[in-house]
């Protein structure tokens, strides 16, 4: 009888998740004649060339985040959530990046860098440099420094801008503009001194020096700027922010030397000031709003810090004031570091603020033109299951005990990491502690103080102009130069003679004959 009414029970609980309209068999053939529709509409290419490029990079954004941060996007919205729409869903191209570094099958965040911005696959821990350089080998660098697509933009004329939440000189912006055989080369404080006497620059100088007039510049990172132990303007008695620099310089001063004479420099580090600025006077934009990472969004100060959406907002109004077009990074970044820390819940709301800025720049811009492209560096070994039953929270328990400890569990679970935990000799109980806190360490199998990436393939998602050039399974490194191809920057330009555009054959003997009859 018990075993009854708990299967009846199952079974009207299962039947009252289903929203009403879903059980009608015609709302999915509907949506799915829709779909067609569309996808029939996309045989209709558009190759136009880009005029403007941005990069959405999601740092140890995988699969299992981007569908879980679509789910919280959903319930956040009071709505189940796995019918929800993340804005890079909308992209009509997807494609898969195969992630690994050269010497590496599970990959870092620098050496991936360098293969979706210079477009060569590199060694893990490295940044703008080719697989002949070693990790912290400096006197391996000469001759091996490989440019980037913000490079390449630049040289063609157009305004360029990185937007991160993590410090400015991390592994992903680093890739745009410094050639490093050591991703933590922050400051000059971080080091070795064989690095120093073999002539090897730091990242935060080659910032300032390598590309000066990068026109955007957002994110954190102050304490690499300034001279060691001088203090923050922010946190001025906590020891922690002070400045890195052994050379004593002040790179912030550097910065605003390297300008153009009559052109209009502005340094910010407060959101007021950032979001106060008349940008049709300003030609170049420095804005480091944190000594070292931006705090997560869901612990953000909104009065001091921006969020990525803002930045985001502000670097493309600056950057189309450049009639040739722009290209723009833009990097949720600490994603990673909440995945790193076990904090799923930090990790999925930076995936669900990366795309809050997704949306707001394709509203900024037109397909017709900007050519778009959201992909993450690596994954990570962060997962959800348990049979959940549409709706769960995503952060919420699966809705059976394991069958081996008879104890609950989260749905969310993290193939290594800070999470295992053993009490009294078992698993942890989680119905014990809060586990919908921001800052709850999610379950592992394994114990390690910082969880890993994942090696497995991760989307590439594409919108505008030349966008099918991404489909099908792609190294890594073929990222940038399709987008160099779609904008004409770069080497490979051939194409972009009229007579050689797709259509053209067609097109030229009617405007001959055009002109001939007039």
């Not at 998602?461 to 940038?480: K, S």
Request: glycine share 8%; with cysteine.
């Amino acid at each position: 009888m018990k075993l009854f009414l708990l299967i009846l029970l199952s079974q009207l609980c299962s039947a009252s998740l289903v929203p009403e309209i879903e059980k009608d068999p015609e709302y999915w053939r509907e949506q799915a004649q829709e779909t067609l529709q569309h996808a029939l509409r996309l045989q209709r290419l558009n190759q136009n060339v880009a005029k403007n490029l941005i990069l959405f990079l999601g740092d140890g954004m995988g699969v299992s985040t981007v569908t879980a941060a679509r789910i919280l996007k959903g319930q956040l919205q009071h709505r189940k959530g796995e019918e929800s729409l993340l804005e890079m869903d909308k992209f009509p191209y997807v494609a898969l990046a195969k992630t690994y570094n050269t010497n590496a099958q599970v990959p870092d965040s620098a050496g991936t860098a360098t293969a979706y911005l210079c477009g060569v696959k590199a060694n893990e821990g490295t940044v703008g440099v080719s697989a002949g350089v070693t990790r912290d080998r400096c006197n391996t660098t000469k001759g091996q420094e490989v440019t980037s697509i913000l490079r390449w933009a630049k040289d063609a004329g157009k305004a360029v801008g990185i937007v991160t939440t993590t410090r400015v000189t991390h592994a992903t912006p680093s890739a745009a503009y410094a050639h490093s055989a050591n991703r933590d080369w922050y400051s000059d404080g971080e080091m070795p001194p064989d690095a120093l006497e073999g002539g090897c620059r730091d990242i935060a100088r080659q910032l300032v020096e390598n590309i000066p007039d990068i026109e955007v510049i957002l994110g954190g990172g102050r304490k690499y700027m300034f001279p060691k132990n001088a203090s923050d303007v922010e946190y001025p008695h906590e020891d922690k922010h002070r400045g890195t620099r052994l050379d004593r310089r002040d790179l912030i001063q550097a910065w605003y030397k390297a300008k153009p004479p009559g052109k209009v420099a502005k340094y910010v580090w407060h959101r007021r000031d950032l979001l106060a600025l008349n940008l049709s006077r300003v030609d170049f934009l420095l804005g480091l709003f944190e000594p070292g990472d931006m705090v997560y969004e869901l612990d953000r100060n909104n009065e001091t810090d921006p969020s990525l959406t803002e930045m985001v907002a502000v670097a493309i109004r600056m950057l189309q004031k450049n009639p040739r077009g722009f290209f723009l990074l833009v990097e949720g970044g600490r994603i990673d570091h909440g995945h790193h820390e076990g904090k799923a819940k930090q990790a999925l709301h930076e995936a669900v603020e990366l795309d809050r800025a997704i949306g707001l720049a394709t509203r900024l811009t037109s397909v017709q033109d900007t050519l778009s492209v959201v992909t993450a560096d690596h994954s990570h070994v962060f997962t959800f299951g348990g049979y959940t039953p549409r709706g769960n929270p995503i952060f919420g328990l699966a809705p059976m005990q394991s069958d081996v400890d008879r104890k609950p569990f989260t749905s969310i679970l993290y193939g290594n990491g800070p999470g295992y935990k053993i009490v009294a000799g078992e698993r942890e109980n989680v119905s014990a502690v809060d586990f919908a806190h921001a800052d709850y360490q999610a379950q592992s199998a394994v114990p390690l103080r910082q969880e890993t990436h994942g090696g497995e393939d991760v989307a590439v998602f594409a919108r505008g102009p030349m966008a099918h050039l991404l489909h099908g399974v792609h190294e890594q490194n073929y990222i940038p130069h399709a987008m160099a191809y779609a904008a004409c920057i770069g080497s490979n330009r051939a194409h972009c003679n009229a007579a050689s555009r797709p259509g053209a054959s067609v097109l030229l003997p009617f405007l001959a004959l055009l002109f001939l009859l007039c």
